[in-house]
């Protein structure tokens, strides 16, 4: 009957539009998810799927919006949405400024699921942005305890140590963080950035040296390692970097 025919034209202009953002279309990924929207407003993956797309395009406002539908839609459409659902909610409100809102949504989901890694991971980092780090230490510390060597955590961990002061402990961290995963070149360069911060600037060109040859494209270690260089007084090597 028609009403099958309908819900068919819906599913293939979704799967349009996806196939459009995988292809690296953004304006004609939004456009089909918009097209959509207007014939079903409350489609709950129309939503969701525009409202991601807009959070990865920089448009973090109107993304809080069109997720928050998709959350309040899909229970009327029979369906219960998937935590990663309320996941997207946290990271645009946090990007949308709104770090007391994300933080709501994350602590739900930590005390529902106490023994899942992602939204202790999250919440730790959003402490962090928001500058709690004693809380945000106690996370990572919570989430190392069932992930002993997770890599991104340690180095966290490290960057909230190191805001509070406790610097040979942040440099236990991020050192564990790089020996975990050699290929982590944030750890790398937070080790020979503490380093130059405790004075051994040597060292700390090892390490800079170390991050830029794995990633030369990052300018931040690239300008991290003008700076020790300078400092460890091989002005030459220095110059010659910032001109390339």
């Given at each position: 009957g028609p009403?099958?025919?309908?819900?068919?034209?819906?599913?293939?202009?979704?799967?349009?539009?996806?196939?459009?953002?995988?292809?690296?279309?953004?304006?004609?990924?939004?456009?089909?998810?918009?097209?959509?929207?207007?014939?079903?407003?409350?489609?709950?993956?129309?939503?969701?799927?525009?409202?991601?797309l807009l959070h990865k395009t920089g448009r973090a406002d109107e993304a809080v919006g069109l997720i928050g539908r998709a959350l309040d839609a899909a229970p009327r459409r029979g369906r219960a949405p998937p935590p990663a659902w309320r996941v997207a909610?946290?990271?645009?409100?946090?990007?949308?400024?709104?770090?007391?809102?994300?933080?709501?949504?994350?602590?739900?989901?930590?005390?529902?699921?106490?023994?899942?890694?992602?939204?202790?991971?999250?919440?730790?980092?959003?402490?962090?942005?928001?500058?709690?780090?004693?809380?945000?230490?106690?996370?990572?510390?919570?989430?190392?305890?069932?992930a002993p060597g997770y890599s991104p955590a340690l180095n966290n961990m490290g960057?909230?140590?190191?805001?509070?002061?406790?610097?040979?402990?942040?440099?236990?961290?991020?050192?564990?963080?790089?020996?975990?995963?050699?290929?982590?070149?944030?750890?790398?360069?937070n080790v020979g950035m503490l380093m130059l911060d405790m004075g051994d600037a040597q060292a700390a060109v090892g390490h800079l040296r170390r991050a830029h040859a794995l990633d030369r494209d990052d300018r931040k270690i690239e300008d991290a390692l003008i700076d020790a260089l300078q400092v460890a007084e091989q002005v030459g090597e220095a110059e010659r970097l910032a001109e390339a």
């Open positions: 009403a099958m025919a309908v819900s068919g034209q819906k599913v293939s202009a979704l799967d349009e539009a996806l196939a459009r953002q995988k292809a690296g279309d953004v304006a004609g990924a939004e456009a089909g998810f918009r097209a959509v929207l207007e014939g079903d407003p409350d489609h709950p993956n129309a939503l969701l799927l525009l409202g991601t909610l946290a990271h645009a409100k946090r990007d949308a400024g709104d770090g007391d809102g994300a933080l709501a949504i994350v602590d739900a989901l930590v005390a529902e699921a106490p023994g899942a890694l992602e939204p202790l991971m999250l919440r730790a980092d959003l402490l962090q942005r928001l500058e709690r780090h004693e809380e945000a230490v106690r996370d990572y510390r919570r989430l190392l305890d069932k960057v909230s140590l190191k805001a509070l002061g406790s610097l040979k402990e942040a440099y236990e961290s991020f050192a564990r963080a790089a020996e975990e995963d050699p290929k982590n070149t944030q750890a790398i360069m």
